[in-house]
């Protein structure tokens, strides 16, 4: 199983992103993908989760700024961050939950209930 998380750079406040979380050895139809990101000296926060169903979650924290899809025919997740502040300057990660929420309301949104991790993608906000 591999992640590999892209399309992160050097962006001006304002600015848009469109990260991209290319997935091998598993189906978007079996796991749920979350993204993460954590800041220099700061933990790891989590951003938004896309279920094996097609639902997804974004954090209040960007709620309104960035939004997640997936193509499946891809097996890639995107994450799209518009309006960007420098607070939002991090690495960024996605990860896999094979977990089945269906028919719940519940998105993970804890480190530990992700199995498998990408690398990270660096994004810097600044002027």
């Known amino acids: 199983v591999q992640l590999q998380a892209s399309g992160g750079g050097l962006v001006h406040p304002g600015g848009s992103l469109r990260l991209s979380c290319a997935v091998s050895g598993i189906s978007l139809d079996s796991y749920n993908i979350g993204w993460f990101r954590q800041a220099p000296g700061q933990g790891r926060e989590w951003i938004s989760c896309?279920?094996?169903?097609?639902?997804?979650l974004i954090a209040e924290s960007v709620e309104g700024r960035f939004t997640i899809a997936r193509d499946t025919s891809k097996n890639t997740v995107y994450l799209d961050m518009n309006s960007l502040k420098s607070e939002d300057t991090a690495i960024y990660y996605c990860?896999?939950?094979?977990?089945?929420?269906?028919?719940?309301?519940?998105?993970?949104?804890?480190?530990?209930?992700?199995?498998?991790w990408g690398q990270g993608t660096l994004v810097t906000v600044s002027s």
């Open positions: 896309i279920r094996r169903d097609g639902s997804t």
């Open positions: 990860a896999a939950d094979g977990a089945n929420y269906s028919g719940s309301i519940y998105y993970p949104r804890f480190r530990v209930e992700y199995d498998y």
